[in-house]
Each structure stands twice: as C-alpha cells, then as structure tokens.
C-alpha cells in the first residue's frame, strides 16, 4: 500500500472500492442504452434489406444478400427517387436558408416590433406539417383556394399546383417554406445577436459599405450558425414525408416519389419489408454523407476560427 | 302500455305485423320512433337467442378495428341490441380511411392480437390472407354447432360471397376450388353514374349511355354551365384510382387487366382495345373532369357533386345516395343511371367494392369474435341498417326484397333501385386476384397521371406499364 504524504492510505487500482471504479460505467450507462436503442432497429432493418421478405409471400422469405439493392439500383424510379429528393433538399434548404437569413437580419435589433414579429413568424413551425399541407391544398383549390385566385389575379388561370407533375415539386417546395423557414430564421436570429459587437462597430466607425461588412464580416462570423441551421433543415428535408404524402402520395406519376414516400409504400401498401429496409439503408447511407460533409466543414471553420483566435 | 308494444313487436318477429303497421300503431300508443326500434329490436333479439345460444359467451369483450363508415355507424347505433343479446361487451376503434388500411396492415404485421375482427375490402384480402393474418370463416360458418341456424348464409348475394373468397392462387377464379372465405360480405358499392338531374334538365340533356355520349355530355357541362364540370371520378396516385368507374368501363369492353399464359399471369393493359380505351378515359378527364383531379380521392369525387360543382360521377352508387340526402346543396336534385359504356355490351360491369368483416388470425377469442360477425352480418341487424340508417347497400337478397327498404329508397332517392336491378346482375369483382395488387394498380394509376398530364402518350405508356408489371411478376415468382 502506498502511502500519502498526508500519511491517509491511497489504494491501487485493484483495491478501489467497486462503485468507484464502476461509476465511470455507470455515469455512461444511459449513453450506451440510448445507443442500443438506436442501433437495434438499425440493425434489423439492415437484417431486413438482405431478405426477401414480402409478408404477403411469407414462404418465400429468405436472405437473398443484396438482391434488393441490385433491383433498387437498376430501377429507373429509385434514379427517379435519389433526384427528387436530392432537389427538393437543396431547393428548400437553400431558399430557407436565404428567406430565414434575410428575416433574421431584419430583426435582428431588438425592439417591441422586432421581438412580437419574431414570434409571430414562428407560428407556422408550431403547425404540424401534414396539417399545413392539407390547409395549403384548401388554398390551392382551383375552385375556391385563395392562391388559386391569386395565381389566376397574375395571369395564371389554370394553375394547377401539386395537381400536375409541371408543378408539383414548386407547390410541396414552397410549403416547406412556409413551415420551416422560421426554424431557420430563429438559428439565425440568435446568431447574429450573439455576435461581438466590436468588428461591426469599427466597421461603422471607419465608414465600410454595408455590402463589405455582410460578406467580410457578418457572413464568416455567422457561417458556423449557418452550417448548424442548414444541418438540421438537410436532414429534415432529404427525409421528408408528411407534407408530400399528405399532397399528392408521391404523385402526380412519380413526380415527387421522395425517399420516404417510397419506403412508406413499399412496407405499409404493399407489405415489402425487404425493399423498405433496402430504400431506407439507402437514404441512410446519402444522410450519413451529407452529415459528413457538413460537419467536417463546420470543424474546419472551428479550427480557423481558433487559429484566427 | 309496455306489454301493447311488446305484443306488437312480437308479431313483428312472428311477421305477423309489418314494421311500418308497428311504427303506426305504436305512435297511436305514444310511443316515438326510436322508443319504438328499440322494443322491436329487443323482440328480435330473444327471439334469436331462442334457437342459439348467444349467451356462450357472456362477459366476453370483443375488440374491432373500424373505418369512419355509415356502415359503422349503423353497426354502433344497433351495439345495444347486440350486448343486451349476448351479455357480451365490444370495444372499438374507429379510424378515418385515409390511414385506416396501413393501421390494419401495422396491427396485423405485427402479430399482435390487439383487435379481434376488423373491417376490410375484398382486395385486402388477397394480402392478409396469404400471409397468414385471417381466419377461414369456413371453419365457422360450416360448423352447426357456432353457427346460428336462422344466419342464413345463403342469402349474402352469391357474387359478394365468392368474391370474398380466393384459394390464394394468383389468377384462379375468385370463389373457385379450394377458395377459402377470408371475409363475410358486409356492405358493398356498384359503379354507375350519379347525375345532377336539376342541371341535366336545365340544359336538355339525357345520362349518356355509351362511352361517346358520356365524353360528349361531359364536355357540354364543362362548356356551358358556369362554376361546373361535367364528370367527376377519382384521379389519386392510388389504386382506388382504378377500381370504381374506370375498372368497370374497362372491363365493359371485355379488357383484363391480366391473362394467364402457360400459367402465369401476363400484364394485359397493352391490347389495342386497352389502349382505345385509356385513350378516351384521358381524354374525358383531359376536356371535362375537375382541375386538380390527380388529388382527387371519393371523397372529393363525392362532396362535388353535392355541392354542385360537377354534373355527374362515374363512381360508387352509395356516393350519389349519400350525397342526396341533407347538408348538401344539391340534396333532391340527384339521380342515378346504370351505365354500360361499350354500344356492343348488353349490360353495366360493374366492378364491385364490398366492406367486409375479418378475424384476425391472432385473436385469443374466435368463436366470440365469430358471435360478433354473426349478428353484425345478420338479416336483422342489416334490416335496421337498411330501413333505419345508411347501411347501404345491402349484401342479402332478403333486405333488397324488404318493402319497407324499397318504399325508403323509391321515396327519397329517385331511380336508385331501378339502378341497381339495372347495374347488379353485372356486377362483381373484374380485377384478376394475385397479392401485388396493390404495387400494380397503384403503378397503373400513377400511369394514368401522366397519360392525363401529357407526360407519356397513351400508347408508349401502356408498353411501359406492361413491361413493369410483367417484370415484378416475374421477380415476385408470379
């Protein structure tokens, strides 16, 4: 036994009590359960997309290895899939993010104003997304939705929205919009007003044009706010189910045939567990990627940000 | 005064006494019309426990899985009847249709016994069935011993009863050798066309009966009534697109949607006369169906006509029933017509859509749950349905054959029996049964869309709808 200068016993290893060399276990304990808890349905559904497992066939349930995806990557409506729904995230991420930047900007100043209109935008995020789709396709109604009108006020009487395939993704896009922009402009929001003021106010004192100070200095200084806001949206997006299930069923055609749509179908309508399985693997994999890349440039502007420090 | 009543409803149940002399002569003993059901209703129920013991299962709950339906609500309306009957308690849950067949295949997939019998369409079968989720309701139908002698089988219309029943053979006659009986016919729709006859007579117009008049009528509305368009009929990325007006023109025609060839089935959307057809249907919806018609589901099919917004349907006959009555503008105003649209058939086709009760294959409690479906697909629970709620239409022939039905429908809907004498010998299920009917006939709607939409020319969609089809046949085994 060693002994402390203080002359009080220090144990080894071997001789800690058992709670004090559990504990680190123990405090990680809930970490591992929560990771359990998503690995397990992972795991199964990685199981699944190696079998044939129809349940309306269930004798012919077996593994069949990566049949399923071979089928699912020579079949052009899986192409069809990957692009809608790879256009429908960068449409809505992008215009999101434009749209929540500008609005943050032009709250960014705290008045009463500014502070009851930011609350105010935020209600259509508090709007289950399958619920506002079903009030927009009230309002593109062509016999009576208010858009409808509108459209028809603008020179297009016979607008069709999420009716033809022409227009189906424009009319889901923009109501993704209008659900989630908020969500993008209060990330925002918080981020500019948490940025130091001193960069903004030499800027003012030595007379810098506005356009110089957004993209020399607010930009690089909002960016890791940005990359974080724009994370989230991506994976919603690339995800997405409820507004375009709600619309159109993934229709007119294949039109809007996104990833989740598709998987949905397959499992619930047309009982194909393994291709489901397979779908979502895939869209796993593509979200797994797009995560990658964007977290590794937010830690690399992390690192600037320190070396800058 | 309560012995009177009770003495009157007895000879009801004797037939002694028809309902509308019982209604009479009750109101002169002052008694209400509901007061009144509820005596009759209660006579017949122990004159039935008389000859069976319905009884065996007293204390029993018995859980069901239901869609927001007329069908339910007569069901729910009459539940009284059944548990002061058999002492039996029922649980429900009621979903709307959007999300209520993805909730029976989640509740079933998952083995779970949460719900003993359930609502169910005839094509559902074709999955649940072979994958093991439903009861043969031969087992209990054939057996004296759990079946009421007075349940009378043999009065469910025979198409509706083969047409619940499949041996599980892609493409072998529905109803055929060594069919098994997944689920007992409790409700079920024709195809035909519903019209606005204020507006028809308005305008000097006549229903069509063929295809051309149909096309032609249809774009007379659109052109000449203001604010309405000529035919309404469903339009979805689902393959309720394809079952109702467009399977039974289709299948007017003598066009299929599959042959067998060397036996297996061959996809056969792409015949010249398959082609002719979709050709004329786009062009109907392309000149005189609603705007926004690929959203368009029944229910929107349905409410326009109500609402004044389209001519005409060809869709599901309760559709225009139920849209005559109260709450809808055009209540009155509507009129049905069995349609034929081939010149050369002799007759309507009607593709039929029945509402039908399973068991669940996991149910701890078949032969209670079996007591449930004997009573709610029973001659008398179907007579107050008929005469009293919207338990329209009927699946036993005695209920069509009830007077006081007929005079109910010849009074308030105008036509609709003549309709449905028209429409019902035709009438059946045309889709050739085969577990992929619900990817195929989507892929068939979604085909649809994009003929309607211009995306594809009829012709080149066809070919390609077939070779898919045939390609996931093949990769199913089929």
Known sequence: MATEALGRPVMDGSRRPFMRRALPYLLSLPAL???????????????????????????????????NYTLLFTDPGFWNTVRVSLLYTLYTVGFELVLGLAIAMLLQRRSFFNNTMSILLLLPLM?????????????????????SYFASLLGFPDFKWASASSSALFTVVLIDIWVYTPFMMVLLLAGLRALPRQPFEAAELDGVPQSFVFFRITLPMLTPYIITASLFRMLESIQQFDIIYAMTQGGPGN??????????????QYTNVGRSAAILMVLWAITFLLSNIFIKQWLRLRERARGVA | MYSRIQDLANAVVRRQLDRRNFLRRAGQLGIGASAATYFLNRAQSTALAQDFDWQKHKGTTVKLLLNKHPYADAMIANLD???????????????????????????????????????????????????????????????????????????ILPNLRASTAWSGVPGAELGGEGAKQWAIPWGFELNSIAYNKRVFDAQGLTPPNNMAELLEVAAKISKDVDGMYGVGVRGSRSW??????????YSNFNERDFTMEDGKLMAAMATPGSKSFHADWVKMIQDSGPRDWATYTWYQVGTDLGAGASGMIYDADILGYFMNGEGNAEAGNLAYHA??????ASAP????WIWSLGMSNFSTQKEAAWLFMQWASGTDHALFGARDMDFVNPVRQSVWDDQAFQDRIAKSYPGYLEQYKASAPGSKIYFTPQPLFFNLTTE???????????????????????????????QAGI
């Open chain 2, 339 to 344: 349609f034929a649209p081939n010149p050369e």
């Open chain 2, 81 to 155: 009847t059944f548990k002061s009957m058999t002492g039996m308690e029922v649980t429900y849950d009621v979903f709307p249709e959007d999300v209520y067949f993805d909730k029976v295949t989640a509740e079933l997939s998952s083995g779970g016994g949460n719900y003993d019998a359930f609502m169910t369409g005839a094509y559902q079968t074709w999955q649940y069935g072979p994958a093991g989720w439903l009861v043969d309701m031969n087992e209990f139908i054939n057996d004296a011993a759990l079946t009421n002698p007075n349940y009378n089988w043999e009065d």
């Open chain 1, 33 to 67: 359960l929560v990771c359990i808890g998503i690995l397990i349905p992972f795991g199964t559904a990685v199981y699944y997309s190696l079998q044939r497992y129809n349940l309306a066939f269930p004798m012919t349930r077996g593994f069949i290895w990566f049949e």
């Open chain 1, 127 to 147: 709007i289950a997304p399958a619920i506002a789709a079903l009030m927009w396709k009230l309002m593109t109604n062509p016999g009576f939705g208010i858009l």
């Open chain 1, 255 to 268: 039109s809007l045939m996104v990833f989740q749509v598709a998987a949905y179908l397959e499992r619930y």
């Open chain 2, 240 to 249: 309720a697109t394809i079952h109702p007006g467009f399977l039974s023109g």
């Open chain 2, 444 to 474: 068939w709607a979604s085909m649809l869309q994009q003929m309607v939409g211009n995306e594809v020319p009829v012709d080149e969609g066809l070919d390609q709808l077939a070779e898919s089809v045939n390609r996931q046949l093949r």
């Open chain 2, 349 to 352: 086709t009607p593709n039929v």
